[in-house]
């Protein structure tokens, strides 16, 4: 059981080592790209509960501390399958080279941006 863990752990700090370099460029190669898909898909997966403070936060800024709870959890919530729903879709489609379905990128690129979701499979511009 001990090992099982230590394993995860690995796999996901090496997958979060990985995120911090991939990010999204004009003059990615296609395995850039296909590694770039592959963190942020793990990524997202495994950060996706972090929408829910985030969503918090952001809506608690921009209006009162109740209606921030209330309605930052939900909307939080809604982001947090969203989030995992790119993650699991970037995994299966790493193959194929397409640019972010989701802004930003990772959830800690920018803790005070809502979240906003894009065109799904946009191709990446050639090189």
């Known amino acids: 059981m001990k090992a099982k ?4 752990a690995f796999w996901l700090i090496a997958a979060f080592a990985a995120a911090a370099h991939a990010q999204p460029g004009e003059n990615e190669s296609y395995g850039e790209t296909v590694g770039r898909k592959l963190s942020s898909g793990l990524a997202n997966i495994a950060t996706s509960s972090l929408e829910i403070p985030k969503n918090i936060i952001i809506i608690n800024n921009q209006s009162n501390v109740v209606y921030g709870f209330v309605g930052g959890t939900f909307k939080g919530l809604i ?4 989030r995992m729903g790119v993650g699991v879709l970037d995994l299966i489609s ?5 640019q972010p379905i989701v802004r930003p990128v990772y959830v800690w690129d920018d803790f005070n941006a809502d979240t906003t979701y894009g065109k799904a499979f946009k191709p990446t511009p050639n090189p």
Request: glycine letters at 8%; zero cysteines.
């Open 94 to 98: 790493a193959p194929i080279p397409t």
């Open 5 to 8: 863990q230590t394993v995860w």
């Open 79 to 82: 982001n947090m399958g969203a």
